[in-house]
T-cell receptor
Framework: QKEVEQDPGPLSVPEGAIVSLNCTYSNSAFQYFMWYRQYSRKGPELLMYTYSSGNKEDGRFTAQVDKSSKYISLFIRDSQPSDSATYLCAMSLTGDSWGKLQFGAGTQVVVTP | NAGVTQTPKFRVLKTGQSMTLLCAQDMNHEYMYWYRQDPGMGLRLIHYSVGEGTTAKGEVPDGYNVSRLKKQNFLLGLESAAPSQTSVYFC????????????FGPGTRLLVL
């Protein structure tokens, strides 16, 4: 079983809808949680970064971490065709001085006009 | 400020051939990483490094070697390429302090025939 599970999709939504993405994980020691966005044939770029539990909002994007359930979410409000990409969750351990990240497989999102 | 760059962008190899992928970063980051990305598998860590001359194995190191002779460069070598090494390779870097975020290059697409 993978340490980080993520539904690969594709997830197709109409423009303006809310996109809801999530990852589950098995290692309770994870403390740092990230969401990366990856456009086709490009490298991943950081979208959201959260430490430990709670919510974080940045414009149309909201990241949530529920450590008790080992579950993280990303919400995209008022989705746009430019949000069409693959979204990767990533997480790392407290005390891992090498900063190694565990990635989910990525969810492909398609926003249709 | 170019960030993280990778050379080449695309390469076709025959089984048994060797090649070196080059990663360069101009952000003075201490940590550097090599990942491979395969469909449905997400990003998997091959090797990583913190500083010149210091490297370590990641999740999938077999068939690869690395070198970090200069702080800004991280080389990934394939001594005898196999079709199973057909993948997209990403390099990433991260500063020693200031968070867990990794900054990715644009990737190298490798096809081994």
């Amino acid at each position: 079983q993978k340490e980080v599970e993520q539904d690969p999709g594709p997830l197709s939504v109409p423009e303006g809808a809310i996109v809801s993405l999530n990852c589950t994980y098995s290692n309770s020691a994870f403390q740092y949680f990230m969401w990366y966005r990856q456009y086709s044939r490009k490298g991943p770029e950081l979208l959201m970064y959260t430490y430990s539990s709670g919510n974080k909002e940045d414009g149309r994007f909201t990241a949530q971490v529920d450590k008790s359930s080992k579950y993280i979410s990303l919400f995209i409000r008022d989705s746009q065709p430019s949000d069409s990409a693959t979204y990767l969750c990533a997480m790392s351990l407290t005390g891992d001085s090498w900063g190694k990240l565990q990635f989910g497989a990525g969810t492909q999102v398609v926003v249709t006009p | 400020n170019a960030g993280v760059t990778q050379t080449p962008k695309f390469r076709v190899l025959k089984t048994g051939q060797s090649m070196t992928l080059l990663c360069a970063q101009d952000m003075n980051h201490e940590y550097m990483y090599w990942y491979r990305q395969d469909p449905g598998m997400g990003l998997r860590l091959i090797h990583y490094s913190v500083g010149e001359g210091t490297t370590a194995k990641g999740e999938v190191p077999d068939g690869y070697n690395v070198s970090r002779l200069k702080k800004q460069n991280f080389l990934l070598g394939l001594e005898s390429a196999a079709p199973s090494q057909t993948s997209v390779y990403f390099c990433a870097s991260r500063p020693l302090t200031g968070g867990e975020t990794q900054y990715f290059g644009p990737g190298t697409r490798l096809l081994v025939l």
